[in-house]
């Protein structure tokens, strides 16, 4: 962004040429930034200050809630269309909404978390169907690529795995997926969705049931941190693999990080 400064008299250099101030943004951790200002005609004199940045904002955010009003002609062409969500580091994963006087928010969607890209290779997808003691037999299906495992399904592939059939009353039901092997051996690029059947045994609808998402270490099984949704789903009735969808994992892979959505049916 560039910015002509007005006030000459604070400044040795007046009445030489225009002033323009180019600005360079140096992210911090913290909850402040250095900025570079570097001067024309002058080049050489730099100026660096500390700006305070609204809290919450920082590397580990992709997806910061930031606000930017519209501002004044005629800086609006030059500040404007640099929005925050359209940073390759946030084109896809975060979604922006329109704020009062034309400013935007970038954020997740509902139901959702993010993962770094480079810890992907360590993790795997586990999806739990869960029912409680007072139901029994519930039947799912769960579809990754061209696999589909569950009750009477047409069986798995190289990166979908299943717990089996579980009949008995408050009880899961588990599927394990690697996505990202999947992304390796380039069956998919930037987004792909695992899509979620559930129906209860024969024609006794037995009501709601759980559904979490979450991502756990290959190596000992551990929880990946804050990387669970869950969610309550409305399963329906059949005697054979399961065509009542109740839910999609939807999967957005950006530049730096991926982001996993949970969406009820």
């Known amino acids: 962004m560039y910015e002509k400064h007005e006030e000459e008299d604070r400044f040795p250099y007046k009445r030489e040429a225009a002033r323009w101030f180019r600005c360079s943004l140096k992210p911090s951790a913290h909850s402040f930034a250095s900025i570079t200002l570097q001067t024309a005609p002058y080049p050489n004199r730099n100026a660096l200050l500390l700006c305070l940045l609204p809290s919450g904002i920082g590397r580990s955010d992709p997806c910061p809630a930031r606000y930017q009003r519209r501002l004044p002609q005629p800086l609006q062409h030059w500040s404007y269309p640099d929005r925050e969500c359209n940073h390759p580091v946030t084109r896809s994963v975060c979604a922006v909404e329109e704020c ?140 054979n693999c399961s065509s009542h969808k109740v839910a999609a994992v939807k999967i957005i892979r950006g530049s730096m990080h991926t982001r996993v959505t949970l969406e009820k049916a």
């Open 100 to 239: 009062e006087n034309n400013g935007y928010s970038c954020s997740m969607p509902g139901n959702s978390f993010m993962i770094s890209n480079n810890q992907l290779p360590l993790l795997e997808f586990v999806i739990e169907y869960t029912w409680s003691p007072e139901q029994r037999d519930l039947d799912t299906s769960t579809r990754f690529l061209d696999g589909n495992v569950g009750f009477r399904c047409t069986g798995p592939n190289d990166y979908l795995d299943f717990g089996g059939d579980n009949t008995s009353n408050g009880e899961t039901e588990v599927v394990v997926i690697d996505v990202e092997k999947a992304r390796q051996d380039s069956k998919w690029e930037d987004s792909t969705a695992i899509i979620s059947n559930a129906g209860w045994f024969a024609s006794d609808n037995q009501g709601g049931a759980q559904m979490r998402v979450y991502l756990r270490r290959k190596s000992d099984g551990g929880l990946a941190e804050e990387a669970s949704v869950s969610d309550r789903i409305n399963p329906g009735t059949q005697s």
